[in-house]
């Protein structure tokens, strides 16, 4: 058979047959709106949940294939933020969402048993079908773009970032289209020689060395294990073409043959590796994709608070060595948060696979490795940290003290004492002595886990020691000094996105809030800054809320002299974007304190409390009453001429509220 680029996404959409459902209808309590009794969520927003979970760990798919697999995966992983947004819900949902809901739980089931045989399956099955498989990859992004159509976002409280997010993979699974490029070309005309019985043997052989390497085919053992898949396949498959079965069947007896004739380059990788370094290099970078402190391209981008992006370890770096400005506009920074710009990492990818690049992979901590690592620690340092690792392992209580006050200091001095401290193994030691009831010991272990904990590498070894539950305890019940580093600690770790998510069920969130309301001013700017960043993540939003983060944070609004109207201001504006945070703000008289703020405050005040205030807007006309009765459209105006880029943004769409609230009640 000859084998034709796919040209259309028509001929799929309605003739494609999906691998059968383990259930073929939903539960009756799904459909009836009914809840976990456990956890609150509903069991359709838990199993939506589950499905993207799944796909998200099915993990390395087959080369021929895989592009499709990564742009589908990674449309599929941008729902996280409004799922885990939706798990927080606590109403009715709409009957029209739950059909919504239903249609993508469908979806992602397709989805995933797709993306299993893409994973799993015969790469020879995948090479002559991959006509058909990108046909199923078509219908699967129209069945997942039409149940998110009529999605009433309104009424389910979705906050403005989720929704814009949403949005935009729909979009994205709305104009999916089969793409034809010189490579798919290549590709079937590689698989047409490689079957046919009237060609040149060199013509043959080269399209055969192409496709061992396209289809990662190379060795022996990898041929053996592909034959085993491929009767496994076939022997499941009674509805194939038997000449389709045929040419599977030749095109593996091909590839055997080559290889065992030994004419399969052992350079390949190498070949191949450099010249996509070399494409990488040659290619010309938009400027927005690059990190404005290494001029690389970002893979794992992030915005800090004044909403200017950067590549993750750069920004990183450049704060743990004590900056607290914006290295692109000098501005100070109101926290020191990175939140992640899911949109623009969706960008980026999008470019690399057009353009033929591999996007590099995000580290983990475990894989991480300081960038001085070659520096020699001094040998008087790396003793004496030898000597107190076996003194707070084996000595007795005031020996473990003085030890832990030691590592503390050391932890304290450079970098490569922290890492030396932690690939000694102290970490677990240290979060041992949390749980001691002895308040200066846990001073000071505390306190040696938070400079520890500045090394990002770091930051997952104490989280996967434990330590989360003992450091809330202290954050709760230790002294003034322990809660405070305490706090400091749960920021320091939280900016690993994962963490936000363990520390937020932890039970620290209530703790903190009550710090920030009970401390001393240190303690309040540390509950503070913690309490921003976790609340990035959308489950913790709610939990803030609950806690009662939004009277404190009133009180600080009104006193000049805590000197904390940033922190509070950037702690609601991110906190409004939430249904029952807005509901919380409304309850205060916070609509005159927020004008004045636009009038006479900072312009990073100007621009948060234009954001609070808008999110209050949008979303109940009475906030555009009192914000019109206190004469909030003159500050506003000039806002809109001389604020920041945000803050001009916000003014014009408030201003716009207030004209058609004015021009409704003229009728």
Request: glycine residues 6%; charged residues 25%.
């Amino acid at each position: 058979m000859d084998f034709q680029p796919v040209k259309s996404r028509d001929n799929y959409v309605a003739d494609i047959i999906f691998l059968p459902r383990n259930d073929g209808q939903l539960a009756p309590d799904m459909l009836e709106g009914s809840r976990d009794g456990e956890s609150g969520t509903h069991p359709l927003i838990q199993s939506l949940i589950d499905l993207v979970n799944e796909i998200g760990a099915i993990g390395e798919y087959r080369k021929v294939i895989r592009k499709e697999c990564a742009n589908l995966t990674r449309r599929v992983m941008l729902m996280v933020p409004l799922l885990e947004e939706l798990k927080e819900f606590r109403q009715q949902f709409p009957q029209k969402a739950l059909a919504c809901f239903s249609s993508l739980e469908r979806a992602l089931w397709d989805a995933k048993e797709l993306l299993r045989l893409c994973h799993d399956g015969s790469k020879i099955y995948l090479a002559l079908k991959k006509e058909t498989v990108i046909g199923r990859f078509l219908a699967v992004a129209v069945e997942m773009g039409r149940a998110l159509d009529g999605l009433p976002y309104n009424t389910l409280g979705t906050s403005d970032e989720v929704r814009e997010q949403a949005e935009f993979v729909h979009t994205q699974l709305k104009r999916a289209k089969a793409r034809v490029d010189n490579e798919d070309t290549d590709f079937y005309n590689d698989l047409n020689a490689a079957v046919s019985a009237n060609l040149d043997i060199e013509v043959v052989d080269t399209a055969l060395g192409r496709l061992a390497e396209n289809l990662e085919l190379k060795t022996v053992s990898e041929l053996k294990q592909e034959s085993r898949v491929l009767h496994h396949m076939i022997l499941g498959k009674c509805g194939e073409n038997k000449k389709d079965i045929e040419q599977m069947f030749l095109l593996l007896k091909r590839l055997k043959d080559f290889t065992s004739s030994g004419k399969v380059s052992a350079d390949t990788n190498d070949h191949d590796a450099a010249a996509k370094a070399e494409k990488l290099k040659s290619t010309v970078v938009p400027d927005d994709f690059r990190c404005p402190i290494s001029l690389e391209l970002m893979k794992d981008p992030v915005i800090v608070a004044t909403g200017q992006t950067y590549e993750r370890s750069c920004i990183r770096k450049w704060l743990d060595s004590g900056n607290k400005t914006c290295p692109k506009t000098q501005q100070v920074l109101s926290h020191l948060g990175l939140t992640p710009n899911y949109v623009l990492r969706s960008l980026i990818a999008q470019w690399c696979e057009i353009h033929g690049i591999d996007l590099p992979k995000k580290g983990s901590w475990k894989s991480q490795k300081m960038s001085g690592t070659d520096t020699q620690i001094p040998a008087g340092d790396q003793q004496t940290i030898e000597l107190l690792l076996d003194q707070l392992r084996t000595g007795e209580m005031d020996v473990k003290r003085t030890a832990a006050k030691e590592l503390r200091l050391l932890a304290k001095k450079n970098a490569e004492n922290r890492v030396c401290i932690a690939e000694a193994g102290a970490i677990p030691n240290l979060v041992d002595l949390l749980s001691i009831q002895d308040l200066r010991m846990q001073e000071h272990a505390i306190t040696a886990l938070l400079n520890l904990s500045i090394h990002d590498s770091n930051k997952g070894a104490i989280v996967m020691a434990g330590a989360i539950n003992p450091i809330v305890k202290i954050l709760k019940s230790g002294s003034m000094e322990a809660r405070e580093n305490a706090a400091a600690t749960l920021f320091s770790l939280s900016v690993v996105d994962e963490n936000k998510v363990t520390i937020g069920a932890s039970g620290a969130i209530p703790a903190l809030v009550n710090l920030l309301q009970k401390g001393a001013l240190r303690g309040k700017k540390e509950a503070a800054t913690a309490l921003f960043n976790l609340s990035i993540y959308q489950g913790n939003k709610a939990r803030a809320v609950r806690a009662g983060v939004v009277p404190p944070l009133m009180e600080l609004l009104t006193d000049p002299a805590a000197e904390m109207v940033d922190e509070a201001l950037a702690i609601l504006a991110i906190i409004a974007t939430h249904q029952e945070g807005r509901v919380a703000i409304g309850q205060t008289a916070t609509i005159p304190m927020l004008v004045d703020l636009i009038r006479t405050g900072s312009p990073r005040n100007k621009e948060n409390g234009a954001a609070v205030l808008l999110s209050l807007c949008t979303n109940d006309s009475a906030h555009i009453w009192t914000a019109r009765q206190v004469g909030a459209s003159g500050p506003l105006s000039e806002l809109a001429q001389s604020g920041t880029t945000r803050a001009r943004r916000k003014a014009a769409l408030l201003l716009d509220h207030i004209n058609k609230y004015e021009q409704a009640a003229m009728r």
